[in-house]
């Protein structure tokens, strides 16, 4: 059974940082591109990033660019978000998703799915 966690979430200052981890249970990530989405109560999910699975394409939406890192250990399984500078408006339920090979195209903000999801974690960004 694919499965994907993700850990990592919980509550930070403003400026602070966190990383998420999102492991994969009953495949091996290799051929897999890897997104991360977010959704913040009462609004839509968005998408936040992508990598692909040969980890040589990253994209992000321009909301996290220059502060969100993307990046894989398939060694681990894992793919991580390093998010830095964290801003309030960052509060989200974050998600990561699956989907063979390449991301869906070049602009998270596109993004409206990918096959196989985790059940999120909860990131505040609060003082």
């Known amino acids: 059974q694919l499965q994907l966690v993700e850990s990592g979430g919980g509550l930070v200052q403003p400026g602070g940082s966190l990383r998420l981890s999102c492991a994969a249970s009953?495949?091996?990530?290799?051929?897999?591109?890897i997104g991360w989405f977010r959704q913040a109560p009462g609004k839509e999910r968005e998408g936040v990033s992508c990598i692909s699975a040969s980890g040589g394409r990253t994209n992000y939406a321009d909301s996290v660019k220059g502060r969100f890192t993307i990046s894989r250990d398939n060694a681990k399984n894992t793919v991580y978000l390093q998010m830095n500078s964290l801003k309030p408006e960052d509060t989200a339920v974050y998600y990561c998703?699956?989907?063979?090979?390449?991301?869906?195209?070049?602009?998270?903000?596109?993004?409206?799915?990918?096959?196989?999801w985790g059940k999120g974690t909860l990131v505040t960004v609060s003082s």
């Open positions: 009953g495949f091996t990530l290799d051929y897999y591109a």
């Open positions: 998703a699956a989907q063979p090979y390449y991301c869906p195209g070049y602009v998270p903000e596109n993004y409206h799915g990918m096959d196989y």
